[in-house]
T-cell receptor, first 118, second 112 residues
Framework: GAVVSQHPSRVICKSGTSVKIECRSL??????MFWYRQFPKQSLMLMAT?????????EQGVEKDKFLINHASLTLSTLTVTSAHPEDSSFYIC??????????????FGPGTRLTVL | KQEVTQIPAALSVPEGENLVLNCSFT??????LQWFRQDPGKGLTSLLL?????REQTSGRLNASLDKSSGRSTLYIAASQPGDSATYLC???????????FGSGTRLLVRP
């Protein structure tokens, strides 16, 4: 099956710093990727839709200036958490959809990035 | 606003038992429904996808059903094994935007 990777898998940073998380589709092209956040023992909440070559669209309540998304190529989307605070500590997961498949939508998920802000 | 609920929140069963996980959604106008598995601290693995026009899908020991009119889906796991222990998430795609709305999950423990 298709593989999505995330880097780093785990990051610890100081409050006020910025952190970049990468999401890559390794063996397929993805014009659309999604970023989710998951707090402990809770479900995934969609943060934003990342579109290759255009601006990301954010879900209601998600600050676009705090969570910067760049989708510069068909295989890479990045999420930058700017001026991180402890409340941003969470598990961030990306997913990607194979652009060449025109039928049903199967999304492939990355392994997640654990962010801890001290 | 679409809401997805999963019951029970946690389930513990002895090995070999057949079990059913439940998922309900408030808006029956869905595009498709997916079941995922998540191991602790890991990402998601897609198990089954049911399109809105379908009633069920099967893969090995797993069978998922969909009843759009009642807003329900079930995931049936036959002959459970300790390796099935994980959190199971259902998610609905509300339209052709590919956005998924997730339930809170069922944490399954299969005891040897």
């Amino acid at each position: 099956g298709a593989v999505v990777s995330q880097h780093p898998s785990r990051v610890i940073c100081k409050s006020g710093t910025s952190v970049k998380i990468e999401c890559r589709s390794l063996d397929f092209q993805a014009t659309t990727m999604f970023w989710y956040r998951q707090f402990p023992k809770q479900s995934l909440m969609l943060m934003a839709t990342s579109n290759e070559g255009s601006k990301a669209t954010y879900e209601q309540g998600v600050e676009k200036d705090k969570f910067l998304i760049n989708h510069a190529s068909l295989t890479l989307s990045t999420l930058t958490v700017t001026s991180a605070h402890p409340e941003d500590s969470s598990f961030y997961i990306c997913s990607a959809r194979d652009s060449t498949v025109s039928s049903y939508n199967e999304q492939f998920f990355g392994p997640g990035t654990r962010l801890t802000v001290l | 606003k679409q809401e997805v609920t999963q019951i029970p929140a946690a389930l513990s069963v002895p090995e070999g038992e057949n079990l059913v996980l439940n998922c309900s959604f408030t808006d029956s106008a869905i595009y498709n429904l997916q079941w995922f598995r998540q191991d602790p601290g890991k990402g998601l693995t897609s198990l089954l996808l049911i399109q809105s026009s379908q009633r069920e899908q099967t893969s090995g020991r797993l069978n998922a059903s969909l009843d759009k009119s009642s807003g329900r889906s079930t995931l049936y796991i036959a002959a459970s094994q300790p390796g099935d222990s994980a959190t199971y998430l259902c998610a609905v795609e509300r339209d052709s935007s590919y956005k998924l709305i997730f339930g809170s999950g069922t944490r399954l423990l299969v005891r040897p």
